[in-house]
């Protein structure tokens, strides 16, 4: 936090392979944000510079062409080849209060490899870095891989969701999150392109249950290694509808050099009339992300309110002291004691401003608990 303009600053970690769609997962989170939150006369969520409005822009003008063709295939989307900042503010209306998003998006192959060279492998370490520091871990994964990948290559599977090296980079992060008992401590585990297997986003079938008991199935050393490190870390589990608008087809291993097993999954879907994305489970996401962070805001302010109440209590107290007649008199003349009054009316200024982002962040908090979460949601601790 930077107490001049009230800026709370949280690093949110994607933790996820290639090919997943953690670039369509941050454009969709910023979408469904604004459009939840237009309503809202408390807070609103908009891109905190120029490059996360373009990254953004450039994903979601991929994506609508794509959909547009009615036969839509996730491959013909561009992978990350760099990483790249997504920047999101949650601003208090008409306050000076804003709470900032850093999301990292990155390769997804640097997970699997970490590259094919030196320079690759230090900017993984780099990215590492920050997802060990992360408040918030959300770990995407790729339904279609768990649903229809099939029995032939389901020895694959664990291969193809690098469940190994998340399970790596979440220990690192629990052990953080412990050190950091006072931070928040979230893991969600997230299953995308759902649309095909959950009734409430227009599917004729529903495979809810199924889909979240292979995700615990799957990552349940990445669950022990979270309940083991980092025991107060809340675990959510949460699928989403990457598009909402779409109807998987066909799911057919090809040959791929260079994928586990030397094979690779890829799925064709239709688009269904009207065409319209309609992302569900996203509003849950956003939901759990700012009440998670405006929460520990909250906390954070309370305890900086306090220290400067003391601070403000002690400089008036010291400013107004007697200390004897003559004493007094020095005081008054050499201007010491006008510089003191002005130090505690200082700190009674910044006492006072501490006091309005703590109500103001109380607010925030009102209004976002007011959200009722979806019946997607479900605690996995």
Known sequence: ???????????????????????????????????????????????????????????????????????????????????????????ARGQDLQIRFDILDYPGAWLE?????????????????????????????????????????????????SVFQINQAVLRWAKNRRELSGEPAMIVFCPVKCETYLSDSGSLQDHAGTLRGKVVDQFSDVLKTVRDAAPHAAVRYLPIDTFGCVELVSARWIHAQGSPGGEMLVPKYRVRPPGQIVRKGLDDLLTLLCRQLVDTARAQSERTTAAKQTAALNSRNHAELREGFFRDLWLNFNGERNRRRHTAATDERLFAMSQRTTQSLFDVLTALAGRESGPRLHHLS
């Open 1 to 91: 936090m930077t107490d001049e303009h009230s800026v709370f600053e949280y690093k949110i970690g994607l933790l996820a392979p290639s090919r997943v769609g953690k670039s369509t997962l941050i454009a969709g989170l910023l979408t469904e944000g604004q459009q939840q939150l237009a309503q809202d006369s408390s807070v609103h969520l908009l891109t905190a510079d120029r490059p996360t409005k373009n990254r953004l822009a450039a994903t979601y003008n991929l994506v609508s062409g794509a959909l547009k063709a009615r036969m839509f295939e996730p491959g013909l989307v561009p992978s990350t080849s760099d990483p790249s900042w997504f920047r999101l503010l949650l601003e």
């Open 113 to 161: 490899g970490a590259g094919e060279g030196t320079e690759d492998e230090q900017k993984w370490n780099e990215c590492e870095a920050f997802l060990a520091d992360s408040s918030v871990l959300i770990l995407p994964i790729d339904s279609v891989l768990l649903m229809d990948s099939g029995d032939d290559h389901a020895h694959l599977l664990a291969s193809h969701l």
